[in-house]
Nanobody
Framework: QVQLVESGGGLVQAGDSLRLSCAAS????????INWFRQAPGKEREFVAA????????YYTNSVKGRFTISRDNAKNTVYLQMNSLKPEDTAVYYC??????????????????WGQGTQVTVSS
């Protein structure tokens, strides 16, 4: 069993930055993927960013490319999401999600077997 805990959300103004963290504990392994999703009010959960175990490969949804950066520190079992140039449309609850098998880059929420509790990000205009 893997536990994921997000932190770092908050209320910011458009153009500001935030860094989210996702700390993993429990039975992780070299192949364990941890990625980011978000869910805005009244909308379905959507993929945001993915990162390979080594950190050498990353993958983003189009709306955040060039503004968000995903990274990981395997020694700390932590994945980060640096969010710059935030926009009101980035307002959502941000979740990290874990997957034990099947690859690191799936954009589909149903492929993940562990989820954090979520952290609220609110961007005012």
């Amino acid at each position: 069993q893997v536990q994921l805990v997000e932190s770092g959300g908050g209320l910011v103004q458009a153009g500001d930055s935030l860094r989210l963290s996702c700390a993993a504990s429990g039975r992780t392994s070299r192949s364990y993927a941890i990625n980011w999703f978000r869910q805005a009010p009244g909308k379905e959960r959507e993929f945001v960013a993915a990162i390979s175990w080594s950190g050498a490969d990353t993958y983003y949804t189009n709306s955040v490319k060039g503004r968000f950066t995903i990274s990981r520190d395997n020694a700390k079992n932590t994945v980060y999401l640096q969010m710059n140039s935030l926009k009101p449309e980035d307002t959502a609850v941000y979740y990290c999600a874990g997957r034990a098998q099947g690859g690191w880059s799936s954009p589909y929420a149903y492929d993940y077997d562990s989820w954090g509790q979520g952290t609220q990000v609110t961007v005012s205009s």
